[in-house]
T-cell receptor, first 114, second 109 residues
């Protein structure tokens, strides 16, 4: 199994809603990532978990809250988002988190904030 | 700082044409270099990588050589197919991953 699975594929939410994005991998990878990608732009790093500990937070607003319950799962909790937060949210994983490793990406969650 | 600059697109080619997508980088140390491809509605997939100077990465007919003297990692393919139509991202791995802005490739039959 060489897949990173993200759910849901699409999400529409209002600015007062609370929702969560989920990501799962069963490759035994110990690093997991959240990226945000706006249309026609490159992915922007949001968070990195290494061995289930948050190792990088790219100054992301607190309305985005990551969680890594175990080495296979990664969640992104969303609360009080703004319309400008509408984007494709990509989860990725890598074997140990070193920067010469391949990143495995999921297909993403397309988020629309109304 | 660390950054990646790649040629703007879109690049439009006829099937079987030669492809070059330019990528140059700035790094404070000795990075690893990558090309990722993104098909519509999907996440990114690693196409090839090189971890040190003069290494050549290759996959599915695509090649790129890590040139330290010119700080470049240009992507080439000798004969493109319609199925190669996608967005291509050059990326640098140093303390974290840095992605270029992406180049959209359109291949016409």
């Amino acid at each position: 199994d060489t897949e990173v699975t993200q759910t849901p594929k699409h999400l529409v939410m209002g600015m007062t809603n609370k929702k969560s994005l989920k990501c799962e991998q069963h490759m035994g990878h110990r690093a997991m990532y959240w990226y945000k990608q706006k249309a026609k732009k490159p992915p922007e790093l949001m968070f990195v978990y290494s061995y289930e500990k948050l190792s990088i937070n790219e100054s992301v607003p607190s309305r985005f809250s990551p969680e890594c319950p175990n080495s296979s799962l990664l969640n992104l909790h969303l609360h009080a988002l703004q319309p400008e937060d509408s984007a494709l949210y990509l989860c990725a994983s890598s074997r140990t988190g070193t920067v010469n490793e391949k990143l495995f990406f999921g297909s993403g969650t397309q988020l629309s904030v109304l | 700082g660390n950054s990646v600059t790649q040629m703007e697109g879109p690049v439009t080619l006829s099937e079987e044409a030669f492809l070059t997508i330019n990528c140059t980088y700035t790094a404070t140390g000795y990075p690893s270099l990558f090309w990722y491809v993104q098909y519509p509605g999907e996440g990114l997939q690693l196409l090839l990588k090189a971890t040190k100077a003069d290494d050549k990465g290759s996959n599915k007919g695509f090649e790129a050589t890590y040139r330290k003297e010119t700080t470049s990692f240009h992507l080439e393919k000798g004969s493109v197919q319609v199925s190669d139509s996608a967005v291509y991202f050059c990326a640098l791995g140093f303390n974290k991953f840095y992605f270029g802005s992406g180049t959209k490739l359109n291949v016409k039959p």
